[in-house]
């Protein structure tokens, strides 16, 4: 349905058009959103693509050798040998290298790369490296992919990431070694880290601030579920060759229609091309059905989107400040989710089952999360710092339940259930970092920003397989340090300021007045009303009515 719009809709001066005589808007990005539609059709359609099906296939990606890695049942030819490979004291890596192959017999009903170039014995350590070395890809994505689609562009930068990821992901299936299958991971981390943080970023800035916390939610969700599709279908194919070919058909298809979405108006607007900025813009209101009058765009300060670097977010000290607490809230997120999933053991059973549940097992965080973020009392500050909190704490717990706990009530408060439950409330933090970043930097250094922090988020996630280990000095100890660590993210987070409400910052200048919600008219009026009117005008108005009137007044005296 057709919606015929009012020109001076979100609109800030009026300007004179020269070519129609007609008095036309001018706006900033947020009011000419508002005209276009903040989150129309269109943008529903882009938030399936790009927050549902790209994230389905990035979570595939992503866990991919969790089955391509499985080690099936084996035993050796040579009866004298272990299942370790051992002969007495000797041990697998010991036997000639020619020689080990062929004392090893798969049993199992599927293939992996253990398989294909026998992984075991000395040998099984490299299939953890294969892991190390994609999240060492996705560190490097997120560092580069965030200066380049500041600099390039959101989708020229997205698209051709998605293409390559998709080109080595199917290379990395028919690799004939194992030295060049390692090589094409890193490539596939590479590009499914910067590929994805770009998309979030495009994203939220093709719809309203107020869907942020929405599109998030929703991406993170759909990542979960990519864990157990994922599952699904390598249940019923059991070739690592064929599983690993076969998902990217889902990728080819993102990446084709990934062709035809606009790019970031923000990011245009941002860069000063401020004509196409409105072209993006009102591209997006015919593809919502809405009938959009002219309006044009309010310039922006050339300095903030052409000159910033990594050093722009150092030197502002309220960007400095930000950005230390986020990295430290970044790094505790990944060491602890891939840590409480590394300390939780073998389930044993099957191992598609497993893995269906262990992403399942996220979902009821998301709905809570999104509920609380977007909560007056709550918001984003006060959710992140919550559930890293009663995550941390939940497995400083674990200390105090090493062993069973016999029966009755108190025998559901063991490791595992503490284990899940700080696994829960990592899962809802990693959510809202993801939202929060996004809305505490502005759009000139938002995308590098953003790499900044999930750069130590990817460090966090090399460092992770390492800390189970420190159970054997104490068992506990891998516990007391995610405790530690989501306790003491969950405090620094308080440090950052609320944006729930806040107008969303386009430039360096508008961290100034970050702590302040853009007024709208009425509120601006007061400025120029006596007390008296005031008082009189907060008479006739409930209790709650009149706290917002003087939290308005209280911030307008501030902004003088």
């Known amino acids: 349905m057709n919606q015929s719009l009012q020109c001076g809709a979100g609109s800030g001066a009026i300007t004179d058009t020269p070519c129609s005589g007609r008095r036309v808007p001018q706006m900033e990005v947020e009011g000419a959103l508002k005209l276009v539609g903040e989150m129309g059709i269109y943008q529903i359609y882009l938030s399936f693509l790009l927050a549902v099906l790209l994230q389905l296939y990035s979570a595939t990606e992503a866990i991919i050798i969790t089955i391509l890695g499985a080690t099936p049942p084996y035993h050796w030819m040579n009866d004298s040998l272990t299942a370790n490979g051992s002969r007495g004291k000797q041990y697998g890596s010991q036997l000639p290298a020619e020689g080990e192959h062929g004392h090893v017999v798969f049993d199992g009903n599927f293939t992996s790369i253990v398989s294909e170039w026998f992984l075991v014995g000395g040998a099984a350590y490299e299939v953890s490296v294969s892991s190390s070395v994609y999240f060492g890809g996705v560190l490097i994505g997120v560092i580069s992919f965030g200066q380049l689609s500041d600099r390039f562009g959101r989708k020229p930068v997205y698209v051709t990431g998605l293409a390559l990821e998709v080109v ?43 869907y942020w916390a929405a599109a998030g939610s929703l991406g993170s969700l759909c990542f979960a579920v990519g864990i157990a599709q994922f599952a699904l279908i390598g249940y019923f194919i059991r070739s690592w060759r064929l599983l690993a070919l076969l998902v990217n058909v889902q990728g080819a298809a993102v990446l084709a ?106 979902l009821p965080a998301y709905p809570l999360c999104m509920y609380l973020i977007n909560h007056k009392r709550v918001g984003r500050r006060g959710s992140l710092a919550g559930f890293l909190c009663v995550g941390g704490g939940a497995c400083l717990l674990i200390m105090l339940v090493p062993g069973k706990t016999g029966s009755g009530p108190l025998s559901v408060l063991n490791s595992q259930t503490l284990s899940l439950l700080g696994k829960l409330n990592i899962s809802a933090a990693f959510n809202i970092v993801y939202i929060y970043s996004s809305e505490l930097y502005p759009t000139c250094v938002r995308n590098l920003g953003m790499g900044v922090c ?17 159970r054997f000095a104490h068992w506990a100890l891998p516990f007391i340090v995610f405790g530690a660590a989501g306790v003491s993210a969950g405090l620094l987070s308080l440090l950052l300021p609320e944006t729930l409400s806040a107008p969303l910052p386009e430039t360096l200048a508008d961290l100034r007045g970050a702590p302040y919600r853009r007024l709208e008219p009425d509120g601006e009026a007061m400025l120029h009303r006596p007390q008296a009117e005031l008082g009189a005008f907060t008479n006739g108005s409930s209790e709650e009515d009149e706290e917002e009137e003087l939290d308005a007044v209280r911030e307008c005296q501030a902004l003088i």
């Not at 490539?187 to 800035?205: K, T, W, Y």
């Not at 502002?316 to 970044?330: D, E, F, G, K, P």
């Not at 999930?454 to 420190?470: D, E, K, Q, T, V």
């Open 168 to 210: 080595f992901a199917v290379m990395n299936a028919l690799t004939p070694i194992f030295p060049l299958f390692l090589l094409t991971r890193f490539l596939v981390g590479v590009m499914n880290g910067g590929m994805s943080l770009v998309a979030f970023v495009l994203l939220n800035e093709c719809i309203g601030a107020s």
């Open 257 to 362: 229609l990934s062709l035809c979405i606009p790019e970031s108006p923000r990011w245009l607007h941002a860069q000063g091309r401020l004509r196409e900025a409105q072209e993006s813009l009102l591209s997006l209101g015919r593809r919502n059905r809405r009938k959009v009058t002219s309006f044009t765009l309010c310039p922006r300060q050339k300095d903030s989107a052409h000159s910033a670097n990594i050093l722009t977010i150092y030197s502002n000290a309220i960007l400095r400040q930000r950005t230390l607490i986020m990295m430290w809230v970044w790094f505790v997120c990944s060491l602890v989710y891939y840590g409480l999933t590394l300390s939780s053991g073998d389930l044993g059973g099957d191992i598609y089952l497993n893995l269906a549940l262990s992403g399942l097992a996220e």
């Open 454 to 470: 999930s750069m130590f988020s990817r460090i966090g996630g090399i460092i992770a397989p390492f800390i189970p280990a420190l």
